[in-house]
Each structure stands twice: as structure tokens, then as C-alpha cells.
């Protein structure tokens, strides 16, 4: 999910847009045991000096890589809720790809190759029959963003109304599948999380006393977790869907990035960092407590928590 806004933009829009990578939507899970960490991240060496990798992680911090290669870069991957098939998006083309979480390159294209668009952000319906993604094209006109359906049963792609010039950054969908979030917001306009009504097709803004984004549902569905501007930080919080009940969760006055809840609920993993060298912490819900594990790889970020 790509940022921008004041301070956020200035902290931020610079390093993803750079690397053409957003805060990837983790897909949507139910309440489960908890497993490995879904991780991008970029290496150097091959085309345009470094390459996007994806990788698992232990929340021990071992690491696997899941894909990587010199002459393709891979970014904003999801897993489906069953474990089975991952989706993500291959750089030259920005395509998105599906295939076996088991072998991902046998993946095949899900969209068609386009000039100047980047397929990104998927997130994974709760039943795993559709993949929920935004195309971002950049015209000289301008960029524009565009929320996507794709249904695994008849390939056909639908659409979304949204503020094509002012949203962004599809994160997550609700356990229940009734909810996307996105975030909404620009240089000169405070960034507010969105919640799409994937029946209705309308949306609505959360209520947040500051700017904030990146938000991710609870596995009950019952709160939000999101990254807000305290200062010149940006720190995890979290709320009921109607923004009410709020708790600041870290105070380490760095930029935390891209939340995800456990599949048990009972932690959530976010990145720390904005520059090259960031780490990814786990916080336990109970305590407050967060600790630390290195990232895999340059400009790292937590995609997703699998479950077991």
C-alpha cells in the first residue's frame, strides 16, 4: 500500500514508490494456530541493481525464500486462507500472478500485461474464491487507482467505485467478506482508513483523531489494527471497526508500518523503519511487549501471518 500525505510522504512515499512496492494486503483469516510470517523484501544485484524477493519467517526470525531470481523482482504476495495458492505481483509487467503456495513459480497470469499499470495489493476473500486487488495506472495525467475483483471460478474481473485520484492501499478484507480496507488521503489531506462494503459497494470513513492507514481486521472481526501519526511517529493502534474503543499499542516513537494480527488474535507483527535496514516486531496483546527479529532483507516489510 503505497503512502503519501505531509510528514508520511516525507517519511515514507519516497522508499515504497522507489521500489514500486505497497504495504501488501495480508489476506483475510479466521481464528487458527499460528504460522510462518509472509515477508518482502529487495536483495541486491539484477535488473535495476536490486530484485524483490519473498520470503517465509520463523517468528524466531528464520528465514526461507519463496521467490527470487536476478531478471524478475516479485512483490505484494498473499496466501490463501487454506494454505494452498499465492498470489503476487512480477515485475517487468507488474502482473498479478496465481499459483500453488507449494511451487509459486507455477504461478500463471491473472491479468493481462498493460503500459504503465501495476497490479498490486491482493488480499484473498475469506472462502479463497476471489482475489480482491487494485490497478494503479499512471498516465501523465495524473495516477489513478482502482479497486478490482477477480473471481477464481469465472475469471471475469469486476469493479469497485472509489475516489480514483484520492484512494489507495488495499490492505485487508473483513473474516466476515463484508469489508475492504483502504486508505484514503493526499499530500495536502490528512490520510483516513475506508471500509468498502463489498455488498452495498458503498464506503465509509473510519473515525481517527490523526492520520492514519495500513489498517488489518482481528481475526473475530471485531477490531482494526493500524499504524497512526503521534508526533513524528507513527505507531500501532488499535480500534473497534467504528473507530471508538481506541488503544495506542507501541510508544517507540519510530514509524511502525503495516500491522498484522496472529491467527489466534493474541499478537501482531508490524515493520519497523523506513529506510534500508528495518526490523520486524511481534507484539503480544496481553503484556504490550514487543520484541524483535531481523528482516530477511533490504526495505523489508510484513505482508502477512499464515496460520498452521
Do not use: C
Not at 535488473?47 to 521467490?67: D, P, Q, Y
Not at 495489493?121 to 478490482?148: A, Q
Amino acid at each position: 500500500m503505497s503512502f503519501k500525505g505531509g510528514v508520511l510522504k516525507a517519511l515514507l512515499l519516497a522508499a515504497f514508490t522507489t521500489l514500486a512496492v505497497t504495504v501488501a494486503g495480508a489476506s483475510a483469516t479466521v481464528p487458527g494456530k499460528n504460522g510462518l510470517l509472509l515477508v518482502s523484501g529487495y536483495l541486491q544485484g539484477g535488473i535495476n541493481g536490486s530484485t524483490g524477493h519473498v520470503f517465509t519467517e520463523t517468528t524466531a526470525g528464520k528465514s526461507k525464500e519463496l521467490l527470487g531470481a536476478l531478471d524478475q523482482s516479485y512483490s505484494d504476495p498473499a496466501v490463501s486462507p487454506n494454505g494452498k495458492q499465492i498470489v503476487y505481483s512480477v515485475y517487468p509487467g507488474y502482473q498479478m500472478m496465481l499459483g500453488p503456495f507449494s511451487n509459486p513459480l507455477k504461478a500463471k497470469a491473472i491479468t493481462a500485461p498493460e503500459d504503465d499499470v501495476i497490479n498490486q495489493e491482493p488480499v484473498f476473500s475469506p472462502d479463497g474464491k476471489s482475489i480482491y486487488f487494485s490497478k494503479k495506472y499512471l498516465l501523465s495525467s495524473g495516477v489513478f487507482w482502482h479497486l478490482k475483483r477477480y473471481s477464481l471460478k469465472t475469471r471475469k474481473t469486476t469493479s469497485f467505485k472509489v475516489d480514483t485520484k484520492m484512494d489507495w492501499g488495499l490492505s485487508d478484507v473483513s473474516p466476515n467478506g463484508r469489508y475492504l480496507a483502504y486508505s484514503r488521503g493526499g499530500d495536502e489531506v490528512p490520510t483516513r482508513i475506508r471500509l468498502l462494503d463489498t455488498r452495498s459497494g458503498k464506503s465509509h470513513t473510519v473515525a481517527t483523531k490523526a492520520s492514519a492507514l495500513s489498517p488489518a481486521f482481528s481475526p473475530d472481526g471485531k477490531w482494526l489494527a493500524y499504524t497512526a501519526q503521534f508526533g513524528d511517529g507513527w505507531e500501532v493502534v488499535k480500534s473497534r471497526l467504528d473507530g471508538k474503543g481506541v488503544k495506542r499499542l507501541t510508544h517507540t516513537g519510530a514509524v511502525n508500518i503495516a500491522p498484522h494480527f496472529s491467527p489466534d488474535g493474541k499478537q501482531i507483527a508490524f515493520t519497523q523503519g523506513t529506510d534500508e535496514d528495518r526490523k520486524i516486531g511481534i507484539l503480544t496483546l496481553k503484556t504490550g511487549k514487543v520484541r524483535y527479529i531481523k528482516a530477511p532483507a533490504r526495505y523489508a516489510e510484513v505482508q502477512q501471518w499464515l496460520r498452521k
